[in-house]
């Protein structure tokens, strides 16, 4: 059974970098995609991009300036960076398993509980 | 503003059968299988339909899922008050090599 647990600071201040971690558990990081998906106040569920082990990412093109998704095997992690934080970025973040058409089209099956992240300063 | 369209709510008593909409294009839905997610109150979304009628190990029959061109639906029979939750659609976009894009959800609610 595939767990993510993400985790990170819970108050970024303006202008500054937001970095979350999402810890894999119950199976391999180095068999799918893994995609980061927030989810603003009160709001629909917004796409961040997504890391393949092999090192290919693919990003939201309103995002795509400011992020960056990468994965450590050795510790079976993936990671989120997103730059230039607004009160915009004020959401829960989620990481997910990714089995697009690129893999083999299971969808977003296996999500973390989400981490609230407030823009503040 | 979603790229998926989804009406903002919908309701129905317990026992009824109820659906939601979801509209799309060529590069998302028209060429692409669709996905359903359940997200109850406080919790992470859940996938419920995957492939457009397909339903993941532990999901009632109650729930299924249709595709018709660029517009699919999600269908829920014999409601039940557990049901109520917000349900998002979503679709691999083919356009900008490829990106995950959703609907803006519906919020079901059980009368």
């Known amino acids: 059974q595939v767990r993510l647990q993400e985790s990170g600071p819970g108050l970024v201040k303006p202008s500054e970098t937001l970095s979350l971690t999402c810890t894999v558990s119950?199976?391999?990081?180095?068999?799918?995609?893994w995609s980061w998906i927030r989810q603003p106040p009160g709001k629909g569920l917004e796409w961040i991009g997504y890391?393949?082990?092999?090192?290919?990412?693919n990003y939201n093109p309103s995002l795509k300036s400011r992020v960056t998704i990468s994965v450590d095997t050795s510790k079976n992690q993936v990671s989120l960076r997103l730059s230039s934080v607004t009160a915009a970025d004020t959401a829960v973040y989620y990481c997910?398993?990714?089995?697009?058409?690129?893999?083999?089209?299971?969808?977003?099956?296996?999500w973390g509980q989400g981490t609230t992240v407030t823009v503040s300063s | 503003q979603s790229v998926l369209t989804q009406p903002p709510s919908a309701s129905g008593t317990p026992g009824q059968r109820v659906t939601i909409s979801c509209s799309g294009s060529?590069?998302?839905?028209?060429?692409?299988?669709v996905y359903w997610y359940q997200q109850l109150p406080g919790t992470a979304p859940k996938l419920l339909i995957y492939?457009?009628?397909q339903r993941p190990s532990g999901v009632p029959d109650r729930f299924s899922g249709s595709k018709s061109g660029t517009s699919a639906s999600l269908a829920i029979s014999g409601l039940r008050s557990e049901d109520e939750a917000d349900y998002y659609c979503?679709?691999?976009?083919?356009?900008?090599?490829?990106?995950?894009?959703f609907g803006g959800g519906t919020k079901l609610t059980v009368l």
């Open positions: 997910a398993r990714d089995r697009s058409p690129l893999y083999d089209n299971y969808g977003l099956d296996v």
């Open positions: 890391f393949y082990y092999s090192g290919s990412t």
């Open positions: 492939k457009n009628n």
């Open positions: 060529s590069s998302n839905i028209g060429s692409n299988y």
């Open positions: 979503a679709a691999w976009d083919d356009s900008l090599s490829g990106v995950w894009v």
């Open positions: 119950g199976g391999s990081i180095s068999t799918y995609y």
